[in-house]
């Protein structure tokens, strides 16, 4: 393997939702058999249970934590770390002479990109891997991971609207020529893989990209961070808020469990066609610009988007709403949810009693 021949830092910034975490997770479960190898994964004790090693980064440098970041974090003060410092964390037991850092978070956004290459080493070469994803499917996935975190609660044009405009640096906005060229402009170059051409072995794809000629025998872990089906993202989309995390959760554990007790399995975007057309019209010419700076034509394009909502890929909320299969399902949803209520009322009373 060329990692120690050729030692480098290697820079993943996602993008959300091309497998990021698969990578991640792989990376830590097999982080000392890379190290055999020359490859260093470092890990931050204060933040070792995220899988990206660098997501602590983005969020010091904008001061801006996603409200799973907080849930998760709660002792984490953001706003009394400096950036500097935890590169200099990351890198405290990196031997750069022998060994290629992996340094890798979905949330750099292509404003992190100058501050980051300020912050990192210059002395040793860097390689920035952007992994994209067509926008249509990236957006349903996306969507539905915000809804399943509970961090909008909210209708996806509304959604739509938030991403198209960029104004919440949270949220990513999928203008992929945008994030190649900051990303380029600052390390000099940056690697684009198409999620949609290596989705069935990203690891690799990775692996091959960041410059490493071969993989020791790695040890798997579990890909799947099941998606709601379109049952649970409409009956989630569906309460009625405010309602606090807690009961969000009872409600989402219902969800789970009345669409494996009804045999649910429906997984149709909810994507309108004013929706695609959105999207074609903000990201069409961003698609063709980072083609054409690859050398790839139209015809080779992995980014095409829908032009038109096949029913069996498409469905609206409305025609769900009031479908028979959906009310029954809701029934069931609302009187698991019922029941859970009412035994964590029963619980609740016992430990008073108790005490």
Known sequence: MNAVDRPRLVLHVGAPKTASTYIQRR???NAERLRRHGIY???LREVAEMSGNAKLLPVVISRCPSLTFQRAFAKVDVHALEP???V???????RPDSESVI???ENLRPIHAQRLRELLPGSVPTVVVLFVRRQDRWLDSYFNQMIKTNEIHEQIDLFLDRILSGDDERLCRPDWFTYYQAWRNAFGDC???FYDEVASDVFRAFFTVAGFDQMPQFIEVDRAQVSLDVYELA???DLRAPFDYANFLRHKSASEKASRRLGVHDNRSILSAANLARLREAFAESNERLLSELGRTAEQSPLQLDKARNPASYISLTELYASRRYRDYRKSADAIYARGKRRDRLKS???RSGQ
């Open 27 to 29: 990376l830590r479960a």
């Open 103 to 105: 340094l890798s978070a």
């Open 191 to 193: 690697k684009v893989v």
């Open 88 to 94: 200099a964390e990351l890198l405290r037991d990196w």
């Open 84 to 86: 500097a410092t935890i």
């Open 235 to 237: 009956y989630l989309l």
């Open 41 to 43: 994964v470092p890990v």
């Open 349 to 351: 009373l016992f430990t």
